[in-house]
Every structure is written in structure tokens, then in C-alpha cells.
């Protein structure tokens, strides 16, 4: 069994802090060591086997994390019985920006995950800014460390087939393969039962939802609120719907009224739930009737694959990503908000 160093720093919230607790039985192994993000130490389940190291954010942690990997191969280079083994070592970049000191490099196998395809799109349709500057510059500057200490012979890790058709085009040096011949496929079962013996259900929250369910159609949309995930021209599309003799319906996102405060929209039905727990994502999956999935750009779209765990009906943009990970019950064009008004009119009234 390999070796490995899995660095996944930065990674603290949304969908990548999801895709470390789905990762959470790959990264368990006694052969692991694994460098988190100190913000992520009460979010994911305690890992057992593997040896883990939790590191602040600040201006010394990349000199910690190079004097950790130091030590860490010069006490394999001094133990003769582990140099004979350096071949079964590989380093790990979930956060998908490459080591900037290489040890060992024509033997150790260094991995970088890209999973954010905002990295590679100048624009899409009337998508050509982001929401605020903070994210254009995170971009910015994490796809410039990817492209300044990339070497030839690292390994890119993709989402989709989708993504590994945007990374062949981009980095034709590099071996380009998919997650699951890294990690295998998710086995969301195992996942879900982590999870819960490490936090609790948010009864309340629960229990209202089921509530709703008893009179409502209840559309479900857990993303946060960026731009590229569309949640304005939804928003519309159910004010549309507002004035239709349809079934009663209330459409669940998961932010906050900070978030929408400068839309001048009627909020009837839409109900807002704030950023949630994992777990408690996981048991709204079993309740609402429908996965609402808007968004104009994803690598992989993690709630499409959680809806399709949870035999759930997705409704969703007609865009490659989706066809990549299931097959929606309904699709809609995401730029068009009466396309999206439609397309939910069409399946409320029957």
C-alpha cells in the first residue's frame, strides 16, 4: 500500500470542505498523513488511522508545511530500509496548487486536484464577473501558483470527463485521469453513517422542513451564494410563478438574508435556511420532493450526485457538467429566467 502526504489547506467550507468528508475513508489509513486546515478541526469527522496535523492560516504556515515534508523525507533518505521503498510515496494537493519545493522528484508521484473549472472560463454567455473581488482574486492568484510550479510529470486529477477534456486542452505535458482511479467511487451509505456519529441532527430545522412538506412541493437548492450559481435568476423565476393558480410550493435555499438584501423581490415562497451542517443537508435530501440546480458552472456538482444517491428528481441547467453525473428528470436553460419559470410551472401543474 502507498504512502501518502494529502495537503488540503484553505479547504474550510462549501464544497470542498463536503468533498473532505467524502473523502474522509480514503484519507483514514494508517499508511496517511494528512496536513488540514485548523478551521476544519470540529467540521469533519476525527480521523482514526491516519496521523493528522491541523495548521493555521498565517504567514509561517507554508515554512511549516515545507520543514514538515523536509524532515519527513530526509528520515526516509536516512532509513535504508525506506529509501529502498521511496517509489510507494505520493504527495497529494487537494487544494490544487503544487508543491513549491520538490524532494525526491523523479520518483515521487506528486497529484493535483482541480476541482474549481472557474479557473478556466473567460466567459460564459453573460457570466463574465464574479460577486465580489475577494473571489476574482482567489482565482487569480491560485491558478497562478498552479501554472508557475506545475512540472511536467505531476499527475492532474479531474471531477468528470467534462473537466478532463477542459485540463487536457489546457496542460498537454500532463498525465490527466479521473478521481475515481485515485480514490475509487463514493459509497455515500458509509459517508452518511460517519457523519452522523459525529454530529447531530438539527431537529427543529428537521421538523420544520416536514412541516412544509405536508401542504407544499418543496424544491431544494443547497448552494451558497455566488454568482455563477445563479440564484437570482431562480429567484425570479419563482416570483413568476407567484402569480400562477399552481400547487402550493416553497423553493429552500440554503443562505441568508444578508445574502439577497439589495434584491427587491417578493419572498413569499422561499424559504431561506442559512448555511448548513453536512448531515443535516443529507436528511433534507429525503424530504423535498425535487433538486433545483441552476447553476452555469461546476466541475462536478456535488448535489447532483447526492440527489441521485437519494433517488431524487433533478431538475437542472442543460449544460455538460450535469449529463456527466445523472440524468435530470427536467432540464432548463439557466440564463433564461422564464425558461426556468417555465420549466417548473410545467411540472407544479401537473
Not at 198 to 204: A, E, P
Not at 215 to 224: K, R, W
Not at 252 to 260: M, P, V
Request: aromatic share 16%; charged share 25%.
Amino acid at each position: 500500500m502507498k504512502k501518502k502526504i494529502i495537503n488540503a489547506m484553505d479547504i474550510h467550507v462549501g464544497g470542498g470542505l463536503t468533498y473532505l468528508l467524502l473523502l474522509h475513508s480514503y484519507m483514514d489509513s494508517e499508511e496517511n498523513i494528512i496536513l488540514l486546515d485548523n478551521r476544519v478541526k470540529n467540521k469533519i469527522p476525527y480521523l482514526k488511522k491516519a496521523k493528522t496535523i491541523f495548521l493555521k492560516k498565517g504567514p509561517f504556515r507554508s515554512i511549516r508545511i515545507f520543514i514538515f515534508r523536509l524532515k519527513f523525507y530526509i528520515n526516509q533518505y536516512c532509513n535504508k530500509k525506506n529509501k529502498l521503498n521511496i517509489d510507494n510515496f505520493i504527495e497529494i494537493y487537494l487544494n490544487g496548487i503544487p508543491p513549491f519545493f520538490r524532494f525526491y522528484y523523479s520518483k515521487v508521484k506528486v497529484y493535483i486536484f482541480i476541482q474549481n473549472r472557474l479557473f478556466f472560463v473567460k466567459k460564459v454567455n453573460n457570466l463574465n464577473s464574479f460577486i465580489n473581488i475577494k473571489i476574482y482574486l482567489r482565482i487569480f492568484i491560485s491558478k497562478f501558483f498552479l501554472n508557475l510550479f506545475l512540472r511536467k510529470n505531476d499527475i492532474l486529477v479531474s471531477q468528470t470527463n467534462t473537466m478532463k477534456k477542459i485540463l487536457l486542452n489546457a496542460y498537454k505535458f500532463n498525465k490527466i485521469i479521473n478521481q475515481e482511479k485515485l480514490w475509487g467511487n463514493f459509497n455515500f451509505k458509509r459517508i452518511e453513517n460517519t457523519i452522523k456519529n459525529s454530529h447531530t441532527i438539527d431537529i427543529n430545522l428537521i421538523n420544520l422542513i416536514e412541516n412544509l412538506s405536508k401542504e407544499n412541493i418543496l424544491l431544494f437548492y443547497p448552494a451558497d451564494f455566488y454568482e455563477h450559481k445563479n440564484h437570482i435568476n431562480l429567484i425570479e423565476a419563482i416570483n413568476l410563478l407567484n402569480t400562477e393558480k399552481i400547487k402550493k410550493f416553497k423553493l429552500i435555499l440554503t443562505i441568508n438574508n444578508s445574502d439577497i438584501s439589495s434584491i427587491n423581490k417578493n419572498f413569499e415562497n422561499i424559504i431561506l435556511i442559512g448555511r448548513l451542517k453536512y448531515i443535516d443537508i443529507l436528511q433534507i435530501y429525503k424530504i423535498v420532493d425535487y433538486l433545483i440546480f441552476p447553476s452555469y458552472v461546476e466541475s462536478y456538482g456535488l448535489p447532483l450526485i447526492e440527489a441521485k444517491y437519494n433517488d431524487l428528481k433533478i431538475i437542472s441547467s442543460k449544460l455538460d457538467y450535469v449529463y456527466d453525473v445523472c440524468h435530470p428528470f427536467k432540464v432548463f436553460d439557466p440564463f433564461d429566467k422564464f425558461d426556468i419559470f417555465k420549466t417548473i410551472y410545467t411540472i407544479l401543474k401537473k
